[in-house]
């Protein structure tokens, strides 16, 4: 058991072994594959966390509204309600066919010509809530509405199998290119950093000036 906990697959796992790169080009589709998000995923990925946030909003609820437990089944009806239209919205496949990527979300189906697709990558992304950053992930496929305009789908990655998505990536080839935005993306960022870097040398430093000043001051005295 606790090896199986320690080998157990992270999406921070799954992101460094598949293709995560922007900039890149799918040139050929290996074999015919699929992936789905659906609810079967979701609790397998999170039961846990699920289970332990429906005990403690429960608690929460019946300890707030104990004289009326009626208020208590009504908003646990509509977390429930809220659950399930999130996982309908969030329900998604994605398959490679002979000619097309083909994928259906919701009600909408669509696919993508494989002449017109670009790129298949897992991307990351960071929000804050309460200014704690979190990290999410998300699928995307990019493909090219004419010769200058380059369309995008994202997709959440939530309800996806993380097995899976390491099979879904080894189905296709892809060709690693650096483009002008990748280069001016490297630029900004070692410029970003080089600004934080001396920004904390002359925090630094100003604190150690303070502090000598401080020391020559009781001295003089």
Known sequence: MKNNKKNKLKFKDVYNKVNHNPYCQV???????????????????????????????SAVLIYTFW??????????????????????????????????????????????????LGNIYLDKETMKFFFIPFHYYSLKVTYFEDEEKIGIFSFPTFMLNKNDIIKFFSSFDIEIYKSEEETIEKERKDKKNFYKALGISL??????LFIIAIIVYCFAK
């Open 27 to 57: 040139t050929n589709i290996l074999r015919k594959s699929s992936i789905s998000s659906n609810i079967k995923n979701l609790i397998n990925n999170s039961w846990q966390f699920i289970l332990i946030s429906l005990v403690i909003v």
């Open 67 to 116: 004289n009326n437990l009626i208020v208590v089944l009504y908003c646990l009806l509509l977390i429930l309600f809220l659950f399930i239209v999130t996982v309908h919205y969030n329900s998604y496949k994605i398959k490679l066919g002979d000619n097309e990527l083909y994928f259906k979300i919701g009600f909408q189906e669509n696919s993508i010509p494989y002449d017109k």
């Open 203 to 208: 925090g630094i430093l100003l604190i150690v």
